[in-house]
């Protein structure tokens, strides 16, 4: 069994977090020679979580591994996912939760159309997602409730799990603070040199807490610098503080003998300029910086998130003279095919009709 590299450093967390495989690692760490050399930057660095599962790579599964396997021991068998159409979140609690045999009640909210939208509903649909439309994404808590309730098992007198969207739970940062000490280990193997900064996508917050949180730990000099690329209002510099706090928290009284820390909003690094005003809205800069990285590096980027993150890195490194320093790019988009999910006879007339005008 691949554990993680968490309960190795904290044994005792093994018999209190409960934890399900599903990601194959360690992932990857690769060189970008070409985009460095571009720069000026020789040690520019990526760390392939694109591959991170042979089924569904991409930050969810280190999430997932985590989450529902909360969801497991806490015997419930239905889970609230809420998230945007084409939703990466619901995607995965789809694909994963249905191994585990779990109902998952999608709560779906417009966004901008990308090229994988469509894809993702279709797919979701396959995996037995329940579809709910709510047209105005600050109804989303409305929405959430009345399906909380909704779903409420009076055989067990129990309500529904919640996989959150904004504001992500202590629980989701788990997966990348243990994700920092599988970093670690490349380091001391000599795989690549000690990050001083880590540049990663902040959608919700979880997986740049995590990464933060672990170099905090670990004593490490990477500095941890997050992209926003959802509302200011779902992710900023305080949201990310409590995330930290509250995943620190729920460790430590889980057993992990970590340092006395607190974090304040003043103590997180975020990019704000490259989200492009709307959840999915495709940039001109997303748009570049997917281009330039496929023809240099053979990289694949989604223009929602790692093409902005990608983005606002490259104008970050021209910006400022850091040249002698070691960059990492920790790549969070999914790269797997996940065609083999899909259902070829559905088609947009298999959703309800609220949804079939995306197509």
């Known amino acids: ?213 672990g170099a905090r730990v670990l004593g490490m000099k990477s500095k941890t610098i997050g992209v926003r690329i959802t509302d200011y209002i779902a992710c900023n510099e305080r949201i990310v503080a409590s995330i930290l706090n509250r995943a620190h928290k729920k460790l430590t009284r889980a057993g992990a003998e970590l340092p006395a820390l607190k974090f304040r909003a003043k103590d997180v690094a975020m990019i704000h300029d490259f989200f492009g005003g709307e959840y999915a809205k495709i940039t001109e800069e997303g748009k570049e910086a997917k281009k330039l990285i496929a023809e240099l590096e053979g990289l694949t980027l989604d223009t929602t998130y790692t093409a902005k993150t990608m983005a606002a890195m490259i104008k970050y490194l021209k910006d400022q003279n850091l040249k002698d320093k070691n960059i990492l790019f920790w790549h969070t988009y999914n790269t797997r095919d996940l065609g083999r999910f899909l259902d070829q006879n559905l088609c947009a007339k298999d959703l309800p009709e609220s949804f079939q005008c995306y197509f």
């Open 1 to 213: 069994m691949n554990k993680p590299d968490l309960f190795e450093a904290y044994p005792r967390l093994e018999k209190v977090i409960p934890w399900i495989e599903m990601g194959t690692y360690p992932t990857p760490v690769e060189k970008m020679s070409k985009l460095g050399k571009m720069l000026g930057y020789p040690n520019l660095w990526v760390k392939r979580d694109d591959l991170s599962s042979e089924k569904m790579g991409g930050n969810k599964v280190r999430v997932m591994e985590f989450l529902l396997a909360e969801m497991k021991a806490s015997g419930k068998t239905t889970a609230i996912s809420p998230g945007a159409l084409g939703s990466n979140q619901i995607l995965a609690s789809g694909i994963y939760g249905k191994d585990l045999g779990f109902k998952i009640v999608g709560i779906f909210f417009k966004q901008c159309p990308t090229d994988y939208m469509r894809k993702h509903m279709l797919i979701d649909k396959t995996m037995g997602v329940e579809f709910n439309y709510v047209s105005n994404p600050y109804l989303v808590p409305f929405a959430i409730l009345y399906h909380y309730l909704r779903n409420f098992d009076f055989s067990k007198m129990q309500f529904p799990f919640y996989i959150p969207t904004f504001g992500s739970s202590a629980t989701c940062a788990f997966g990348y603070f243990s994700a920092m000490f599988e970093l670690k280990k490349q380091i001391d193997r000599g795989e690549l040199p000690e990050p001083d900064y880590i540049f990663v996508t902040a959608g919700t917050g979880g997986t740049m807490a995590g990464i933060q949180l």
